[in-house]
Nanobody, 122 residues
Framework: DVQLQASGGGLVQAGGSLRLSCAAS????????IGWFRQAPGAEREGVSC????????YYLDSVKGRFTISSDNAEDTVYLQMNSLKPEDTAVYYC???????????????WGQGTLVTVSS
């Protein structure tokens, strides 16, 4: 079975850091791009970052550039999202998802993880 297991969320003060993990199984990791999305209460799901596993290309939402870093451990089939200098507006449920190519449109993704809550207090 295809699985994406997101973890690492929590409560942190503004300016703090968290590292999210997305562990993949059940598909050929290297053939996919892994994206991180977030959804705040009452808001639409938005693409935050994406990495093309095969070539390492990365993409970021403008508001997180310079603060978030996406990386992949191909030996462990895991993608990480290091989030630094967190702001209250980063508060959301974060999801990882797999697609054939990086895209900021959620419907382009084939597989989704269950989400992990990130809360940034002011």
């Amino acid at each position: 079975d295809v699985q994406l297991q997101a973890s690492g969320g929590g409560l942190v003060q503004a300016g703090g850091s968290l590292r999210l993990s997305c562990a993949a199984s059940g598909f050929t990791f290297a053939d996919y791009a892994i994206g991180w999305f977030r959804q705040a209460p009452g808001a639409e799901r938005e693409g935050v970052s994406c990495i093309s596993v095969s070539d390492g290309r990365t993409y970021y939402l403008d508001s997180v550039k310079g603060r978030f870093t996406i990386s992949s451990d191909n030996a462990e089939d895991t993608v990480y999202l290091q989030m630094n200098s967190l702001k209250p507006e980063d508060t959301a449920v974060y999801y990882c998802a797999a697609s054939s190519i990086c895209d900021y449109v959620p419907k382009e993704y084939d597989y989704w993880g269950q989400g992990t809550l990130v809360t940034v207090s002011s």
